[in-house]
């Protein structure tokens, strides 16, 4: 009885452990899929003007048939319709679609031979895919299955030739075979189109990639994705890491983003951790820290600065005119607060101010603690998130003594305008770059509007293609794993090899009328 009632105190802990909450998230509205239908669409068609459609031939009494060369000449997309379907899939549907084909043809009818071409059209055609979508062991968005039915209600036949007639009550044995292989073809197309061409593209979404020289972001999915009748939301674990320590976890303490809104195409969230994490990766790499000496110190800076600790530098004669250092060091991660009315990033840093005479080690003359507040701006552009700061609280004082603050006063005015005009241009051109959001290539954000909630905030955006599938899908086209296929070879004109001609076992069930 203890052992189960200290399980049902653990299982709250248990499920907030096994739920890792998102530092990143994106959910894509039916708006938005409407917009990947479209260009879905042309993916589509450009696939099944493509399809491969193996020879035909064989016997009907004393009727023999050898069919070879079929190429899809045009493509009727009438009705189609993308949606999703809970709990993992989207469903991919054409209705009443035709498909007009044009093949070669050597007929054989007891001493009369004929070859020549034939045109048919293939209406009422059907398809239904659902494609599964899933994380995989990299945590990349995956197409993991599909399951496809494709129908064809009718298939007409139009002969051209000197046997055109005679051979027009036979072309039931042509034109239901080639119903049979026409319709057998259409859903392995779609299911490499998906499963190989598709996911090459889902590659091109970055996962764990470097920012700079010094740091890299974490943009794996933490589980499935979840659908809705009207969504599909991705959690990203959206964290930042140092490079030297790439392993290196920092715990999600944050507010999870909760995205209600369904109004613009895509919706994208980050939490406070997402700030949090990339300012925590840039302190382990150790480089929040800055240095001016010399004459990289403001001349009416220098002033005031030897003025004020004027009989510090007078006892350390003869280095009174040594060069002036100035050493600011952040010596905690920044904390970034993400409220309704604003961001802004507290900082924590140290000043140290030294002389440096040359060929001697240097000599401190004063260390104060430095406490800032920044407000941030958050905005999207194209694909990059990016973070411009403003200086709008900075307070000086020293570690030793209250009565030390007191003299340090005079101070915190002039350095205040040295890192508004000096400092904060060198860190807002450094996050000028942006980070890129996890979206695939050739697509990009467009009318993005920044809201900020409590602990959170999300940008909603339309979406446009900046390049075609078919044009990305080409760049990262997998190299094929078998040779491809030589071209079929010309009909004989010798009717003796039509004689005699068995059915494949391919072709033989869509032989009977």
Known sequence: MAVGSCLLLLLPWLVLASHSPPGCKI??????????????????????????VPDLHGKEGQFHYNISQVKVTDLQLAFSDLHFQPQQHLVFNISN????????????????????????????????????????EAGRLKISNITCNASIAKMHAGFSGTLRKVYEFLGTFIVTGMRFLVSQQICPSLEHASLVLLNSLLDTVPVRNYMDEHIGIDYSLLRDPAVSTDTLDLDFKGMFFPRARENQEMENHAVEPVIKETERMVYVAFSEYFFDSAMHAYFQAGVLAMELQGEKVPKDLEVL?????????????????????????????????????????????????????????????????????????????????RVQLDLRRFRIYSKQSAL??????????????????????????????GVQIPLPEGMDFTKEVVTN?????????????????????????????????????????????????????????????
């Open 305 to 385: 600065l030897r003025a004020t600790f004027f009989g510090t530098i007078f006892m350390l004669s003869p280095a009174v005119d040594a060069p002036l250092q100035l050493l600011l060091q952040v010596s905690a991660p920044p904390r970034c607060t993400i409220k309704p009315s604003g961001t802004s990033v507290s900082v924590s840093a140290f000043l140290n101010i030294s002389l440096v005479p040359p060929g001697r080690p240097a000599v401190q003359l004063s260390s104060m603690a430095v406490e800032t507040k920044l407000s941030a701006k958050v905005f999207l552009q194209g694909k990059a998130l």
């Open 453 to 513: 909630h409590a602990g959170f905030l999300t940008v909603g955006a339309d979406l446009h293609f900046s390049q075609g599938l078919r044009e990305v899908i080409e760049k990262y086209r997998p190299a094929p794993t078998v040779p491809p296929s030589s071209s079929p070879a010309e009909p004989s004109a010798d009717p003796r090899q039509l004689q005699p001609l068995p059915p494949t076992p391919s072709t033989s069930p869509g032989l009977d009328p």
């Open 404 to 433: 030390e603050s007191l003299a340090l006063f005079s101070l915190q005015a002039p350095l205040k305008t040295l890192l508004q005009l000096t400092i904060m241009p060198i860190i807002n051109e450094r996050t000028k770059k």
């Open 97 to 136: 679609a035709s498909i007009s084909l044009r093949f070669r043809r050597q007929l054989l009818y007891w001493f009369f031979y004929d070859i020549g071409s034939i045109n048919t059209s293939a209406d009422g055609v059907h398809i239904h895919t659902v494609l599964q979508l899933a994380k995989d």
């Open 27 to 52: 959910r894509i509205t039916s708006k938005g899929l409407e917009l990947v239908k479209q260009e879905g669409l042309r993916f589509v068609e450009q696939e099944l003007q493509n399809i491969t």
